[in-house]
C-alpha cells in the first residue's frame, strides 16, 4: 500500500491508504451546510409531513406548491450558480439537504427529480440561451421538471429507446414515443427527454408540455409513494424548436449516464436521511411499547435492531460523505465551473454506484426492521411504518436497478484498469508475488483495537484485488458474461469501502474528542467485522467458481493468509449502542 496521492482518483481508496483528517465526515460539516440541513428538516416537518396525506390523494396542485415553497427556501438550487438563482454551494450542501428530504415520503421523490434530473442535464449540457431560459424557474419552483429516459421496453438496456426524433427542413424536431414511469410525469412543466434522431443517435431534448403533441398519460398504480406522480409521457408528433436539441446529436448518452451518477449520490442522501428519520420512530416505538411488564426495548432481539439500523446507517452515511467531499475537492480543483462538477461526477462513478446499491439496501433492511419492531402495528395504516416500507422499496429498482450497478462497478474498473486509470492488474500481479513468498505478513499489523479492526480492512482490499484478478485471468474479455463472479467482487469492494470509510470517521473522531467517538468505533467495528466475514464467504464463492484442484487449494490457502477478521465481540458492542440509541430516542451520530 502506498499513501494517499495529492490528487485523489475515483477507486483509488482500493490501492492506496487514507489519512483519517482527509475524509468529509458529517461531523466535518460547515455551519452554512448545517444551517442548510436545518432548513431542510423544518421543511419537512412543518410543512410536508402535515400535506402528507393530501399528497398521497395526488393533490397536484399542493404538490406544486410545496416545490415552490421548496424553491422560496433554497432548497431546489443548493448547488446550482448563482447566476441561475441558486444559492451556489458545494455538493456536500446538495446531500445534505437531500438527506433532510429523505423523511418526507413521496416528496423526496419528486424533489429529487427536480433538483437532480432536471437541473443537472440543462446546467452540465444546456447551451448558454438553455440555462438562462429555463434554469432560473426549476430553481425557484415556478416551473416542475421530469427526466425521461426510460420505455415500456427499454428500463435498463436504456440506450435501447425507440423514441424517435427527426430533423425537419426548418431544424426543428417531430418526436414519435412513448416514455414510462416518469417521475413528476403528471404534472412537470418540462421534461427531459431522450430519444433516437433517425431511429440510430441517441440524443436529448428539453421538452416543454405545452409544445404541440405532447400527452402526459395516466397515472400510475404504484405499490408505495403515492404522493409522488409517476405516469408515462406520450409524444405524437411533438414539435420540439430546433435551440431545445440539448447537446450534440448522438450524445445523449454521456447527458443520461452522468446525470445518473449525480442522481445516485443524491439518492444516497434520501435513503439515508430516511433511514435516520425512522430511526426516530423506531426507538420511540420500542420504548413506549410494553410486554411482559416491560418495554420491548429492554429485550436483546429489539435492541439487536437497534444498533443494526444505527451501524449500518452509520457505515452508509460515512461512505456518502467521503465520497462526497471527493467530489467537491475535485470540483474546487477545476475552477467550481458545471465542466469540473461533470468530471467529477464521473471521476467517482463507481462510488456514486456502491452508494446507490448500499443505501438503498440499508434503508431497507432499516424499514423492514422497523415494521418487525411495530409488530401487528407494522402492518396497519395507523403507523406509518408499512407506508415507509411500501415507499423505500423503489430506491432498488430506480436510478439503475442494484444488479445493474453492481454489474458497472468492477466493470467500470478494469475498463479504467485496461486505459491505465487504475493499476488494478500490477495491483494483482504484486499479489500474486507476494503470496508466492514466505508468508512473513502472517499477523495483522497494530496493537490497538482500531488498529487491529483496521488491519481487516487492508486485507479485505488485498482480498479484493485477488478475486478481480483471477476474474480477469480466467475470463479475459468473456469476463461480463459471468454476473455471479462481478456481482460477489463488487459486494466485496462495498463493503471494504463501507469498513474503511467507517474507519476513518470513527478515528478522526477520537482524535477530535468528539464525545461519541466511543460508540463510532464501536459501529465501526461491527460493520468492519461483519464486513470481513462476508467479504470471505464471497471470495470463496469466487475461488471455487473460478478454480479446481491445485489451485483451488492455493487460492483459498492465499486467502486464509490475506484476510484475517479481527475477533470482536459484537454481541457486546452492539449493546452499547443499543443502550445509547434507548437513551436518545433515534439516530446517535451527529
Ligand atoms: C416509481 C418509479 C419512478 C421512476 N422514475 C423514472 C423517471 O423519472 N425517469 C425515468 O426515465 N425512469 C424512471 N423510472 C424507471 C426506472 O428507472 C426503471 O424501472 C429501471 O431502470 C428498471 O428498468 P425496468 O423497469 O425496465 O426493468 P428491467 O430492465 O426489465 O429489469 C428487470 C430485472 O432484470 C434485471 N436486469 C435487466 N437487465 C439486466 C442485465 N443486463 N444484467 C443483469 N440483470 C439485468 C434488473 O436488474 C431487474 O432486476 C421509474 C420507475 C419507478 C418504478
Redo the contacts with the bound molecule.
Keep these: 500500500m502506498t499513501t494517499t496521492p495529492a490528487v485523489r482518483r475515483g477507486a483509488d481508496w482500493l490501492l492506496d491508504s487514507t489519512a483519517p483528517h482527509d475524509v468529509l465526515t458529517p461531523e466535518g460539516l460547515s455551519d452554512d451546510h448545517r444551517l442548510m440541513a436545518k432548513t431542510a428538516t423544518e421543511f419537512v416537518d412543518q410543512e410536508i409531513l402535515p400535506a402528507l396525506d393530501r399528497l398521497e390523494q395526488k393533490d397536484w396542485t399542493l404538490a406544486r406548491a410545496l416545490v415552490k415553497r421548496a424553491g422560496d427556501l433554497g432548497l431546489l438550487g443548493t448547488d446550482v450558480p448563482e447566476a441561475f438563482g441558486g444559492i451556489g454551494l458545494d455538493k456536500a450542501a446538495a446531500v445534505v439537504v437531500g438527506e433532510g428530504m429523505g423523511g418526507s415520503a413521496s416528496f423526496s ?1 419528486t424533489f429529487g ?1 427536480q433538483t437532480g ?1 432536471a437541473i443537472i442535464p440543462i446546467l452540465c449540457f444546456g447551451s448558454e440561451a438553455q440555462q438562462h431560459k429555463y434554469l432560473p424557474g426549476i430553481v425557484s419552483g415556478d416551473l416542475v421538471g ?5 420505455e ?7 440506450l435501447g429507446a425507440r423514441t424517435k426524433a427527426v430533423r425537419q427542413p426548418d431544424g426543428s424536431w417531430v418526436l414519435n414515443g412513448e ?7 403528471g404534472f412537470a412543466d418540462l421534461y427531459i427527454v ?1 430519444a433516437k434522431v433517425d431511429g440510430e443517435q441517441f440524443s436529448a431534448f428539453i421538452v416543454e408540455r405545452s409544445f404541440p403533441g405532447v400527452v402526459p398519460g395516466k397515472e ?1 398504480h ?1 405499490m408505495g ?1 403515492h404522493g ?1 406522480s ?1 405516469a408515462p409521457l406520450v409524444l405524437q408528433d411533438a414539435r420540439v424548436p430546433a435551440e431545445n436539441l440539448l447537446g450534440e446529436v448522438g450524445k445523449g448518452h454521456k447527458i443520461a449516464f452522468n446525470v445518473l451518477n449525480y442522481g445516485r449520490l443524491k439518492l444516497a442522501g434520501m435513503c439515508s436521511g430516511g433511514a435516520k428519520f425512522v430511526m426516530r420512530e423506531a426507538t420511540t416505538y420500542a420504548t413506549t411499547r410494553r410486554q411482559f411488564g416491560q418495554p420491548i426495548a429492554s429485550f436483546g432481539t429489539i435492541r439487536h435492531k437497534l444498533a443494526e439500523m444505527t451501524a449500518r446507517a452509520y457505515g452508509v452515511e460515512s461512505m456518502l460523505y467521503r465520497t462526497t467531499g471527493l467530489i467537491d475537492e475535485m470540483i474546487a480543483r477545476g475552477g467550481h465551473t458545471p465542466a469540473a462538477a461533470l468530471a467529477a461526477l464521473e471521476e467517482f462513478a463507481i462510488e456514486a454506484s456502491l452508494l446507490k446499491v448500499s443505501s438503498s439496501e440499508m434503508a431497507d433492511f432499516v424499514l423492514d426492521e422497523n415494521v418487525q419492531i411495530h409488530g401487528g402495528n407494522g402492518f396497519v395504516r395507523d403507523y406509518a411504518a408499512e407506508r415507509h416500507y411500501r415507499d423505500a422499496r ?1 430506491n432498488r ?8 450497478n453492481r ?1 458497472l462497478v468492477p466493470g467500470m474498473l478494469i475498463k479504467r484498469a485496461l486505459k491505465g486509470g487504475v493499476p488494478i492488474i500490477a495491483a494483482a500481479k504484486r499479489l500474486q508475488e507476494e503470496l508466492l513468498a514466505p508468508p512473513a505478513c502472517a499477523a495483522p499489523s497494530g496493537t490497538t483495537p482500531a488498529e487491529l479492526v483496521a488491519a481487516t480492512v487492508a486485507g479485505m482490499k488485498k482480498t479484493a484485488i485477488m478475486v478481480l484478478g483471477l476474474a480477469m485471468q480466467t475470463y479475459g474479455t468473456a469476463l461480463e458474461e459471468q ?1 455471479e463472479v462481478l456481482m460477489l467482487a463488487s459486494d466485496i469492494m462495498m463493503d471494504t469501502f463501507m469498513a474503511e470509510s467507517s474507519l476513518l470517521r470513527a478515528a478522526q473522531s477520537a482524535a477530535s474528542g468528539s464525545p461519541t467517538a466511543a460508540l463510532q468505533a464501536d459501529a465501526a467495528a461491527v460493520l468492519t467485522h461483519d464486513a470481513g466475514l462476508r467479504a470471505d464467504a464471497a471470495a470463496r464463492t469466487a475461488i471455487q467458481a473460478m478454480t479446481g484442484g491445485d489451485t483451488q487449494r492455493t487460492m483459498l490457502a492465499a486467502l486464509r493468509r490475506l484476510l484475517k477478521v479481527t475477533p470482536v465481540d459484537t454481541i457486546a458492542a452492539r449493546r452499547r449502542l443499543a443502550d445509547a440509541i434507548v437513551n436518545r430516542k433515534g439516530y446517535i451520530f451527529v
Design positions: 421523490t427529480a434530473l421530469a427526466y425521461c429516459l426510460s415500456a421496453g427499454s428500463g435498463s438496456d436504456a416514455k414510462m414511469w416518469i417521475t413528476n410525469g431522450f400510475e404504484k409513494l409522488s409517476t423503489v429498482i430506480f436510478e439503475g436497478t442494484n444488479e445493474i454489474l454476473q
